[in-house]
């Protein structure tokens, strides 16, 4: 896969538990343990709000498109459907292999047609649907380079970045640590590339993309330039010297990704991923996934952030009893333990509370000291049948 990064500049709450009914491979009779929010309001540990492409779209452009192109959510004058009621999202970018979703933002038809049959955009809403328009190019690849990996905030912790969508790997992934260093400076540390057993990963001149409901753009120092990497097969790597400095970051709110001007699988083996023991993870470990999923980690989600964290951990498979499904679900929280320490594992501290040293990084956390304690005993005892 080899992607070629683009020059131009710009690239472009509601706190719900669903209610949902576990069966089979999830144990009968255990109820999914409860999530709970910390710090509501605060800006220092909040979670952002939708400001991946699909979030953007569903929270803020959706309404202002159904409003004022109502006539399109069936076909008109020779056009066919494009906001199919129920499935916006999915009928406008599709529509006319992404005519609507464009590399630039000025392109789309949304924002060139003007008044018709229908009104034209409100100045206002041409300024929502071009942000999200921006948003959309930038995660898809269409200004030039590979598409974005996930997003995550500006938030103080340590975070795992998959590079499943981008290398077919299901353990291939980018870590570091976030520092505030004041203001609106940050500083990322123990940057590391690290591949998977199927195949080594090379990455050449990765770049950040700033995301925000204004659009996307590349991080203007653009100091990974020269980098040109491969993690080995099963092995991990540092990114350049390791720490990146981030001045000037648009807004505490404001989402960070990763592209690459090539990203690939090298060397590729035939190596089947897969978890040691699946019984040491489901169900004691996919139960309280499936509360992760019924939250944010599935299409399902009942968060405003649901799609982005979707793309980070999809957790579809938690909820169902699929055993394909929930294979796949074990070997993509493989990646996210530690099997020699396991309570010091993303996958543990993401959920841990904060009043027991858990990172704000991740805002839902387990309910209460029991919940999370038996939570991190079912990883422990998980991650010594993967040794």
Same mark, same amino acid.
């Given at each position: ?20 009914? &576990? ?42 498109? &159904? ?67 921006? &948003? ?114 648009? #807004? ?125 005993? #079912? ?9």
């Amino acid at each position: 896969m080899n992607h070629h990064l683009s020059s131009r500049p710009t690239a472009s709450s509601i706190l719900g538990i669903a209610c949902v009914t &576990v069966l089979g491979a999830l144990s009968a009779g255990c109820a999914p343990p409860v999530i709970q929010k910390p710090g509501s309001g605060n800006s220092n540990t909040d979670s952002t709000g939708p400001l991946d492409g699909r979030g953007l779209f569903e929270y803020r452009v959706k309404n202002e498109l &159904v409003g004022s192109c109502s006539c399109h959510a069936a076909g008109v004058s020779g056009f066919d459907a494009f906001l199919k009621t129920g499935s916006e999202y999915e009928s406008l970018t599709a529509y006319r292999s992404g005519i609507m979703v464009p590399s630039s933002a000025d392109q789309s038809p949304l924002l060139t047609k003007g008044a018709h049959a229908g009104p034209a955009l409100t100045a206002d809403q041409h300024t929502l649907v071009k942000g999200w328009l921006d &948003v959309e190019a930038v995660e898809r690849g269409q200004g030039g380079s590979s598409p974005t990996t996930p997003a995550v905030p500006f938030i103080v912790g340590d975070y795992y970045i998959s590079l499943r969508q981008l290398t077919n790997d299901p353990l291939a992934r980018i870590t570091f640590t976030m520092e505030l260093v004041s203001g609106r400076t940050f500083r990322l540390t123990k940057l590391m590339l690290t591949a998977g057993p199927s195949g080594g990963v090379k990455i050449k001149h990765p770049r950040l993309v700033y995301i925000t409901a204004g659009g996307a753009a590349l991080e203007p120092s653009d100091a990974l330039s020269t980098i040109d990497v491969t993690a080995e097969a099963g092995k991990a790597v540092q990114i350049g010297s390791g720490a990146l400095l981030l001045p000037n970051v648009p #807004a505490s709110s404001s989402l960070v990704a990763f592209v690459f001007e090539q990203i690939q699988l090298v060397n590729p083996m035939p190596v089947s991923v897969a978890c040691k023991s699946l019984a040491m993870f489901t169900p004691p470990v996919s139960t309280t996934l499936a509360t992760c999923a019924s939250l944010c980690h599935s299409s399902v989600g009942t968060r405003a952030e649901a799609s982005r964290a979707t793309r980070a951990f999809p957790m579809d498979a938690a909820l169902k009893t699929d055993q394909t499904g929930l294979a796949n679900l074990c070997v993509d929280a493989l990646g996210r333990i530690n099997v020699m320490t396991p309570a010091s594992s993303i996958l543990v501290q993401y959920v841990q509370p904060t009043s027991l040293g858990g990172m704000a990084s991740h805002p839902y956390k387990l309910d209460d000291a029991t919940t999370f304690n038996n939570f991190k005993a #079912a990883v422990s005892t998980w991650a010594a049948a993967e040794k």
